[in-house]
């Protein structure tokens, strides 16, 4: 791994003294490279970073799944990401491709996440207007911190009933059936998940893009391509105005690109 920008005096030394193919960088180093703004004197305010993957072509997916574009250096910075997380927001159609698990704790962020004054482990908070979702799970049966399903007001009750039973919290967000993705964030924060991420998938980002709630982007950049007809990072329909972002940060490991920008 080696930081590629900001270039700084340290960057330089450093990509000197390791070569051109870098080292492995320590969970706490990748950890402080993507920490979480610091409160202000008011307190933690809300932050919605996302974390995606795509191809040189555009292509966030491959036969459906994120994984066959991924490598090991992105699954470490996907692990960190997590770790660093209140809560973990993704669609449910997300859960059902890429088969979610429960959120588990990792002893080398016990220390960091008591400092931070967080649980054990994120929670998982799943967002769906229908809840046409497998409810015996072990995401929903057994985690290890209650999964949360996002939803709206016009829920069909017994999907509803049928999660609460499997022991899954129920979080209205949204008038009709569906979920408005700024209450969302609002009814995350008022249960203390403020530092939150969103792994999509691709439907949901558009959604909280349009919604304009969205502070920042990791985006890995994978040195393939796949043509096809695979999904972009976001869909769904066009903001008026396209909203320009600031690059933060950038890594670089075997060709991949690790991207961080932030809303200008």
Not at 208 to 237: F, H, K, N, W
Request: net charge negative.
């Amino acid at each position: 791994m080696r930081r590629l920008f900001p270039v700084t005096d340290v960057t330089d030394e450093t990509a000197a003294a390791e070569g051109a193919a870098g080292r492995e960088w320590s969970l706490a180093e990748l950890a402080a490279a993507y920490a979480y703004p610091e409160p202000g004197p008011e307190g933690p305010a809300s932050w919605l970073r996302g974390n995606m993957v795509s191809t040189l072509d555009g292509a966030a997916q491959h036969e459906g799944r994120s994984q066959p574009i991924s490598c090991p250096a992105d699954m470490r910075v996907f692990g960190v990401l997590r770790a660093l997380a209140d809560a973990v927001v993704v669609g449910a159609e997300t859960v059902r491709q890429e088969g979610y698990r429960p959120a588990r704790a990792r002893a080398g962020f016990a220390a960091a996440r008591e400092a931070a004054g967080q649980g054990p482990a994120r929670a998982i908070a799943v967002v769906s207007a229908s809840l046409d979702l497998d409810f015996s799970l072990p995401l929903f049966s057994s985690p290890l911190v209650p999964t949360l399903v996002l939803t709206g007001a016009g829920a069909d009750p017994e999907r509803v009933a049928a999660a609460e039973k499997a022991g899954a919290r129920v979080v209205v967000a949204g008038e009709g059936a569906g979920v408005d993705p700024a209450r969302a964030v609002h009814a995350l924060a008022e249960l203390g998940h403020t530092r939150l991420l969103t792994e999509g998938g691709p439907r949901l980002l558009g959604q909280l893009i349009a919604a304009d709630v969205l502070d920042e982007l990791c985006l890995t950049v994978s040195p393939m391509l796949t043509a096809g007809e695979a999904q972009r990072i976001a869909g769904g329909p066009s903001v008026t105005l396209p909203r320009r972002f600031t690059l933060s940060s950038m890594l670089e490991e075997d060709g991949f690109l690790f991207t961080r920008y932030r809303r200008a």
